[in-house]
Each structure stands twice: as C-alpha cells, then as structure tokens.
Nanobody, 113 residues
Framework: QVQVVESGGGLAQAGDSLTLSCAASGNIDSIIYMGWYRQAPGNERELVSRIDTHGTTIYAQSVKGRFTISMDNFKTILQMNSLKFEDTAIYSC?????????WGQGTQVTVTS
C-alpha cells in the first residue's frame, strides 16, 4: 500500500506562480513514477507531468516551459510558473506501482485572468 498526500494549490492571478507538493508514504520502494493529472469542468482528465525514479520527466505540451516537476525521496514538487486561466482545474497527484496507481485527494487550482 502507498499513501499519497497533496498540499498546495489555491487561487492565483494569471502570470503568478503556485507550487504543488505530493508526498508518498508506505511501500514507496514499489513506486515506479509519480506525477500529476488535472481535470477542469467539462474537460477530460489530462496528464500534466510525471517523473520516474531515474529523473526522467514528461510534460503536457500545454505546460512545457512553464511547469517543472521534481522528486526527492518520493516527495514530488510541481512548480507552476506563468499561470494561465486555462490552468484552472483540480490537480491530483498519483504514484504508480507495477499494477496500479495510488491517488491523492486532489487540490483545486484557480487562476483568474
């Protein structure tokens, strides 16, 4: 079992920065990668970014150059810069093990234009 707890998020103006944190605990040695999805009302869930235990990262095209993901001891940081209105969504952290993913509770990010 892996537990995932998120923190951060909130309200920001366009152009501002926010930081999301996600800490995994439990059977962390089984984690292959961690990352973030987001979902805005009326939209499909979108992979924002993920990072594996070797430090290899993936970003959605919509956030490349603005968001940075990092991981240290299975604590993941998503640094979100130059926020846009369209970044408004519920952001959910996940930890992927071999046969499933474990999810956090989700955190709201709201960007006002």
């Amino acid at each position: 079992q892996v537990q995932v707890v998120e923190s951060g998020g909130g309200l920001a103006q366009a152009g501002d920065s926010l930081t999301l944190s996600c800490a995994a605990s439990g059977n962390i040695d089984s984690i292959i990668y961690m990352g973030w999805y987001r979902q805005a009302p009326g939209n499909e869930r979108e992979l924002v970014s993920r990072i594996d235990t070797h430090g290899t990262t993936i970003y959605a095209q919509s956030v490349k150059g603005r968001f940075t993901i990092s991981m240290d001891n299975f604590k993941t940081i998503l640094q979100m810069n130059s926020l846009k209105f369209e970044d408004t969504a519920i952001y959910s952290c996940f930890a992927r093990v071999r046969d499933r993913a474990y999810w956090g509770q989700g955190t709201q990010v709201t960007v006002t234009s």
